[in-house]
Nanobody, 121 residues
Framework: QVQLVESGGGLVQAGGSLRVSCAASGRGFLYYGMGWFRQAPGKERELVAAISWSGGSTYYADSAKGRFTISRDNAKNTVYLQMNSLKPEDTAVYYC??????????????WGQGTQVTVSS
Protein backbone atom coordinates (compact mmCIF):
# COMPACT_ATOMS: atom_id res chain seq x y z
CA GLN A 1 0.00 0.00 0.00
CA VAL A 2 1.29 3.43 -0.97
CA GLN A 3 -0.08 6.79 0.15
CA LEU A 4 0.59 9.84 -2.01
CA VAL A 5 0.39 13.48 -0.97
CA GLU A 6 0.87 16.29 -3.49
CA SER A 7 2.03 19.79 -2.64
CA GLY A 8 3.33 22.90 -4.33
CA GLY A 9 0.36 23.94 -6.39
CA GLY A 10 -0.77 27.54 -6.53
CA LEU A 11 -1.39 30.59 -8.65
CA VAL A 12 1.23 31.72 -11.14
CA GLN A 13 1.28 34.13 -14.05
CA ALA A 14 1.64 32.91 -17.59
CA GLY A 15 5.28 32.34 -18.43
CA GLY A 16 6.13 31.54 -14.85
CA SER A 17 7.32 28.35 -13.21
CA LEU A 18 6.05 26.05 -10.51
CA ARG A 19 7.24 22.79 -9.02
CA VAL A 20 4.78 20.31 -7.60
CA SER A 21 5.90 17.48 -5.36
CA CYS A 22 4.45 14.14 -4.44
CA ALA A 23 5.55 12.49 -1.21
CA ALA A 24 4.97 8.78 -0.94
CA SER A 25 4.69 6.68 2.17
CA GLY A 26 4.32 2.98 2.53
CA ARG A 27 6.20 0.07 1.08
CA GLY A 28 7.41 -0.33 -2.40
CA PHE A 29 7.87 3.20 -3.65
CA LEU A 30 11.28 2.34 -4.99
CA TYR A 31 9.76 -0.21 -7.36
CA TYR A 32 6.80 1.84 -8.56
CA GLY A 33 6.47 3.74 -11.75
CA MET A 34 5.11 7.22 -11.13
CA GLY A 35 2.99 9.56 -13.18
CA TRP A 36 1.61 13.06 -13.06
CA PHE A 37 -1.91 13.52 -14.39
CA ARG A 38 -4.05 16.60 -14.64
CA GLN A 39 -7.73 17.32 -15.01
CA ALA A 40 -9.17 20.64 -16.03
CA PRO A 41 -12.84 21.53 -15.51
CA GLY A 42 -15.01 19.82 -18.09
CA LYS A 43 -12.12 17.80 -19.48
CA GLU A 44 -10.93 14.26 -19.08
CA ARG A 45 -7.96 13.43 -16.92
CA GLU A 46 -4.78 13.21 -18.96
CA LEU A 47 -1.30 11.84 -18.36
CA VAL A 48 1.20 14.68 -18.41
CA ALA A 49 4.44 12.90 -17.54
CA ALA A 50 5.63 9.54 -16.27
CA ILE A 51 8.86 8.13 -14.89
CA SER A 52 10.09 4.60 -14.43
CA TRP A 53 11.02 3.21 -11.04
CA SER A 54 14.71 3.85 -11.62
CA GLY A 55 14.21 7.27 -13.11
CA GLY A 56 15.98 6.12 -16.22
CA SER A 57 12.99 6.45 -18.51
CA THR A 58 10.57 9.31 -18.81
CA TYR A 59 7.51 10.10 -20.90
CA TYR A 60 5.91 13.45 -21.68
CA ALA A 61 2.65 14.34 -23.32
CA ASP A 62 3.08 16.59 -26.33
CA SER A 63 1.65 19.46 -24.31
CA ALA A 64 4.42 19.08 -21.73
CA LYS A 65 7.46 18.41 -23.92
CA GLY A 66 10.14 21.03 -23.59
CA ARG A 67 8.42 22.76 -20.68
CA PHE A 68 7.90 20.16 -17.94
CA THR A 69 10.42 17.87 -16.27
CA ILE A 70 9.55 14.88 -14.13
CA SER A 71 12.09 13.54 -11.66
CA ARG A 72 12.23 11.38 -8.57
CA ASP A 73 14.35 11.09 -5.46
CA ASN A 74 13.98 7.54 -4.22
CA ALA A 75 15.92 8.34 -1.06
CA LYS A 76 13.19 10.85 -0.18
CA ASN A 77 10.29 8.85 -1.61
CA THR A 78 9.33 11.89 -3.63
CA VAL A 79 8.54 12.62 -7.25
CA TYR A 80 8.58 16.10 -8.72
CA LEU A 81 7.12 17.88 -11.70
CA GLN A 82 8.95 21.06 -12.64
CA MET A 83 6.75 23.20 -14.86
CA ASN A 84 8.22 26.10 -16.81
CA SER A 85 6.76 28.53 -19.35
CA LEU A 86 3.34 27.89 -17.93
CA LYS A 87 0.27 28.71 -19.99
CA PRO A 88 -3.33 29.38 -18.95
CA GLU A 89 -4.28 26.05 -20.53
CA ASP A 90 -2.08 24.31 -17.96
CA THR A 91 -4.62 25.25 -15.31
CA ALA A 92 -5.90 22.04 -13.73
CA VAL A 93 -5.82 19.84 -10.68
CA TYR A 94 -2.60 17.88 -10.82
CA TYR A 95 -2.53 14.35 -9.43
CA CYS A 96 0.35 12.00 -8.87
CA UNK A 97 -0.14 8.30 -9.24
CA UNK A 98 1.88 5.15 -8.66
CA UNK A 99 1.82 1.54 -9.69
CA UNK A 100 4.04 -1.47 -10.17
CA UNK A 101 5.26 -1.50 -13.75
CA UNK A 102 3.06 1.56 -14.28
CA UNK A 103 5.54 3.15 -16.65
CA UNK A 104 5.24 0.28 -19.12
CA UNK A 105 1.70 -0.88 -18.41
CA UNK A 106 -0.03 2.44 -17.86
CA UNK A 107 -1.85 0.97 -14.87
CA UNK A 108 -1.76 3.15 -11.80
CA UNK A 109 -3.05 1.72 -8.56
CA UNK A 110 -2.55 4.57 -6.11
CA TRP A 111 -3.57 8.19 -6.41
CA GLY A 112 -3.02 11.38 -4.46
CA GLN A 113 -5.71 13.88 -3.59
CA GLY A 114 -4.50 16.44 -6.13
CA THR A 115 -3.13 19.95 -6.02
CA GLN A 116 -4.59 22.92 -7.87
CA VAL A 117 -2.43 24.77 -10.38
CA THR A 118 -3.86 27.99 -11.77
CA VAL A 119 -2.09 30.00 -14.47
CA SER A 120 -3.35 33.51 -15.00
CA SER A 121 -3.05 35.30 -18.32
Amino acid sequence: QVQLVESGGGLVQAGGSLRVSCAASGRGFLYYGMGWFRQAPGKERELVAAISWSGGSTYYADSAKGRFTISRDNAKNTVYLQMNSLKPEDTAVYYCAAGQDAYSSGRYMYWGQGTQVTVSS
